[in-house]
């Protein structure tokens, strides 16, 4: 089992800026690719940003340029850097670990945080 524990949210401006955290415990082992999604009220969960190791990235075309993934495998911890936050960006953000196959689809993931709330005002 893995145990996710995401923080960082709040209520910003548009063009603020947030850095979400998730740390992980339990089998850190297998945490070789990790992710964030978001869910906006009445709306799918989304993906936004997975992390393989250290190194490779992937991203939504709707955070790219303006969020960035990144991680520090000593503290078991992704973090989600979000700049220039928008509006649209308000939504419950959640940390999983990546499983196998698609990077894009939750489905493929396993073990979800509880998620942090990001709210942005216009």
């Known amino acids: 089992q893995v145990r996710l524990v995401e923080s960082g949210g709040g209520s910003v401006q548009t063009g603020d800026s947030l850095r979400l955290s998730c740390v992980a415990s339990g089998r850190t082992r297998i945490l070789n690719g990790m992710g964030w999604f978001r869910q906006a009220p009445g709306k799918e969960r989304e993906f936004v940003a997975t992390?393989?190791?250290?190194?490779?990235?992937f991203y939504s075309d709707s955070v790219k340029g303006r969020f960035t993934i990144s991680r520090d495998n000593a503290k078991n911890t992704v973090y989600l850097q979000m700049n220039s936050l928008k509006p649209e960006d308000t939504a419950v953000y959640y940390c999983?670990?990546?499983?196998?196959?698609?990077?894009?689809?939750?489905?493929?993931?396993?073990?979800w945080g509880r998620g942090t709330q990001v709210t942005v005002s216009s």
């Open positions: 999983s670990v990546h499983n196998s196959g698609s990077y894009y689809r939750d489905i493929e993931y396993a073990y």
């Open positions: 992390i393989i190791w250290s190194s490779t990235t």
